[in-house]
């Protein structure tokens, strides 16, 4: 869950030498971790549970050694395997008296079943989403043996995301690989015996008055035997300073064994308020206290709304460029280490990808936590990948979607970055299923979270719906499309349908191995921008996609790769790249006039204007960077301009200019001609 855990515990008998955990951020940072060496064994006969794998005394002499988190996938003694596998490994403990132990899973692909010392304490589905076991009445005094069952079989119907149930050719396969294991981090952490579950912090500002109000909602659990009343205590942090605020809070009994949710209330004043965007990402901090139990979540103050065809955040339309990252690395398979989250977020922010729909699932949670402070707006999408009508009406199903869902909002309905949920890819949304669907899981999650923005990701609007009440999408907040090509057509057609909401095409691009291979990459987003800057109803587009990514999808080369990226496996840039940055820079530089000076020193003027077609959004605080020099960009809105003047030394045939955000990222280089209009400066 999007919180961190701040209680202070007696020590306790576990220390580990982990080189491989300091790759990953565990949040909570109290969490005992249970990274590193454990013990592992393939099972194809899915013999390891009628055999007792489990049991604490069982010999480990044929039992392998690997390091968690792990993917065995990738892992070159296991490649590609699919079925159940075992882990296990032993760690210390010393009896903590009235607290409760709780063993935490960031992420296990994709079904498990948890036992410690020989007893089975629980089992989840879901391969993308967090989940946490009470372990406190199987611990036991000094060495303690955990072991976990885990089958990342999705190539089957009935998981999420899964096969199909058509019968089809090749049809089975989702379009990325089932990347198994213990994929994100293991740890423990203790608790009172009444603790802090979970918290939501709902940020509104008043855009008129500068103010903000904040409205949290503590979910308390009380593991005792008797109810209690809790008494919360809270504090408001910015840049490490506390907000002086009055808090209203509710007061309410919880039951024994039981969850309970308070809410409280307060306002800030507008001297306190400072709005978080993709340019200026502030965020702020909230301690929540009950007893001897803290914690605290980042949350940013900012409004995100639809108003007819724009998309509006914190009053100002913005449209913008994305891209869909398929969580995949060379040797890595679905692990996400602290390192390729970096690389991959700035190559993403640097080539003017910041309003997207990253995935199909939940990456980790250090990917929201990057957008948080660094600026990025993402449409967070649950596990529905191509289902088909039968098994969207499927009651299973649609329980194992609500599980994935609310996993994926509880953890993540802190993040400011996150503004939309999507409840879906490319399902049949014009059929009575795929509406039933649509209209039932917006409606479900509306229920979770209804500060954010809905929709899902159609492929059926291209030719297919004569009238809005043809397709799901009537049910959205705003129309998100996967279009390959034709679109200033369809999108035309697209907005005939729905002409008061907004349209972002979530996925749109070909592919590095087409008839014109790289080149044709360029030429089509070329022919893409010259498109959509017709269309003012467009507030965003993803390319899909940022990287190339394995599979076993239909077409998918020899090689195992799907070549759609600006980037190739390894991220080396393709020549997409600098057009894709070059063409979603938010402002274009144009050289006005070049003026030869007195003692080499010359005069160059540039007009510098914001964007008014795609993207297209406020600059504020940006920088023009030379080799010798760094300018201030006046503040521009959309369809603006200014004149920079530069002193230029030297005699160079051209000059390199760089355009710098507020948060220090490089959007733009462009090489300025200096070789023409050389008139003698009158100085």
């Known amino acids: 869950m999007n919180v961190l855990r701040c209680l202070l515990i007696p020590l306790v008998c576990l220390v580990l030498s982990l080189p491989a955990f300091s790759q990953y951020t565990i949040r909570q940072p109290d969490a005992i971790p249970l990274q590193g060496e454990w013990h592992f064994a393939m099972d194809p006969a899915e013999v390891g549970a009628e055999r007792k794998w489990f049991a604490p005394e069982l010999s480990l002499a044929r039992w392998d050694k690997v390091t968690v988190p792990h993917c065995f996938s990738v892992d070159s003694r296991y490649q590609f395997y699919t079925g159940t596998v075992w882990y296990r490994r032993n760690f210390p403990w010393q009896p903590t008296s009235g607290k409760r132990v709780l063993l935490h899973f960031d992420a296990v692909y994709y079904q498990c079943t948890v036992w410690l010392n020989g007893q089975k304490v629980g089992t989840h589905e879901g391969g993308y989403t967090p989940f946490q076991l009470d372990v406190t009445d199987q611990l036991k005094a000094d060495n303690n043996n955990l072991v976990i069952s885990v089958n990342n079989n999705t190539w089957r119907p009935?998981?999420?995301?899964?096969?199909?149930?058509?019968?089809?050719?090749?049809?089975?396969?989702?379009?990325?690989?089932?990347?198994?294991?213990?994929?994100?981090?293991?740890?423990?952490t203790v608790e009172p015996a009444v603790y802090v579950d979970n918290v939501k912090v709902e940020a509104v500002p008043d855009l008129a008055k500068g103010t903000a109000t904040l409205r949290v909602k503590t979910r308390i659990r009380n593991a005792t035997g008797q109810a209690v009343a809790p008494k919360l205590a809270f504090l408001v942090q910015q840049d490490g300073k506390p907000v002086a605020v009055k808090w209203t809070a509710q007061t309410s009994s919880v039951a024994a064994g039981q969850l309970g949710i308070l809410e409280a209330e307060t306002m800030l004043k507008a001297a306190d308020v400072k709005l978080w965007s993709v340019d200026q990402p502030t965020l702020y901090v909230l301690r929540v206290s009950t007893g001897d139990d803290t914690v605290q979540t980042n949350f940013g103050i900012r409004k995100v709304e639809v108003r007819s065809t724009q998309l509006l955040l914190n009053g100002q339309p913005i449209k913008m460029a994305g891209g869909n990252r398929v969580v995949d690395y060379p040797g890595l398979g679905s692990l996400e280490p602290d390192w390729v989250v970096e690389k991959d977020m700035r190559l993403m922010k640097e080539a003017g990808m910041e309003l997207q729909r990253l995935?199909?699932?939940?990456?980790?949670?250090?990917?929201?936590?990057w957008a948080d402070r660094n600026g990025m707006l993402i449409i967070a999408e649950a596990g529905n990948w191509q289902l088909t009508p039968t098994q969207m009406?499927?009651?299973?199903?649609?329980?194992?979607?609500?599980?994935?869902?609310?996993?994926?909002?509880?953890?993540?309905?802190?993040?400011?970055?996150?503004?939309?949920?999507?409840?879906?890819?490319?399902?049949l949304s014009e059929q009575p299923a795929g509406q039933r669907w649509t209209k039932d899981m917006i409606a479900y999650a509306r229920e979770l979270d209804p500060t954010r923005l809905y929709t899902f990701a159609s492929m059926r609007l291209n030719i297919l719906p004569k009238k809005p009440e043809d397709e799901a999408s009537?049910?959205?907040?705003?129309?998100?499309?996967?279009?390959?090509?034709?679109?200033?057509?369809?999108?035309?057609?697209?907005?005939?349908?729905?002409?008061?909401?907004?349209?972002?095409?979530?996925?749109?691009?070909?592919?590095?191995?087409?008839?014109?291979?790289?080149?044709?990459?360029?030429?089509?987003?070329?022919?893409?921008?010259?498109?959509?800057?017709?269309?003012?109803?467009?507030?965003?587009?993803?390319?899909?996609?940022?990287?190339?990514?394995?599979?076993?999808?239909?077409g998918t080369n020899a090689n195992g790769y799907r070549p759609w990226g600006l980037v190739e496996p390894d991220r080396t840039k393709r020549p997409l790249y600098k057009t894709h940055q070059t063409g979603m820079a938010p402002l274009t530089v144009e050289r006005e006039s070049w003026m030869l000076g007195p003692a080499g020193v010359h005069t160059l003027k540039l007009r510098i204007t914001a964007r008014n077609d795609f993207p297209a959004y406020a600059i504020r605080q940006y920088k023009l960077k030379t080799n010798n020099q760094t300018v201030s960009i006046p503040d521009l809105q959309p369809g603006q301009s200014a004149e920079l003047t530069l002193s230029v030394r030297g005699f160079e045939k051209t000059l390199?200019?760089?355009?710098?955000?507020?948060?220090?990222?490089?959007?733009?280089?462009q090489l300025i001609d200096l070789t023409n209009d050389t008139r003698t400066s009158s100085r």
């Open 393 to 427: 009406d499927n009651d299973t199903i649609r329980t194992k979607f609500r599980q994935q869902f609310r996993e994926m909002a509880e953890r993540d309905w802190n993040h400011p970055s996150v503004i939309a949920y999507s409840v879906g890819n490319e399902y």
């Open 359 to 369: 995935t199909h699932y939940t990456p980790s949670e250090t990917i929201y936590d």
């Open 158 to 188: 009935g998981t999420i995301p899964g096969a199909k149930d058509n019968g089809e050719p090749n049809d089975p396969f989702m379009g990325w690989l089932n990347y198994g294991g213990l994929i994100r981090p293991v740890y423990l």
């Open 474 to 554: 009537q049910y959205c907040d705003f129309v998100s499309t996967n279009t390959y090509g034709n679109h200033l057509a369809i999108l035309k057609h697209i907005h005939a349908l729905y002409p008061n909401k907004p349209i972002f095409i979530s996925e749109y691009g070909t592919r590095a191995d087409g008839k014109d291979g790289e080149a044709g990459q360029v030429t089509h987003l070329d022919k893409f921008l010259s498109d959509v800057r017709q269309l003012p109803y467009v507030i965003g587009a993803s390319w899909w996609a940022f990287n190339d990514y394995q599979s076993r999808y239909q």
């Open 656 to 669: 390199t200019i760089e355009v710098i955000k507020p948060t220090s990222f490089s959007i733009l280089t």
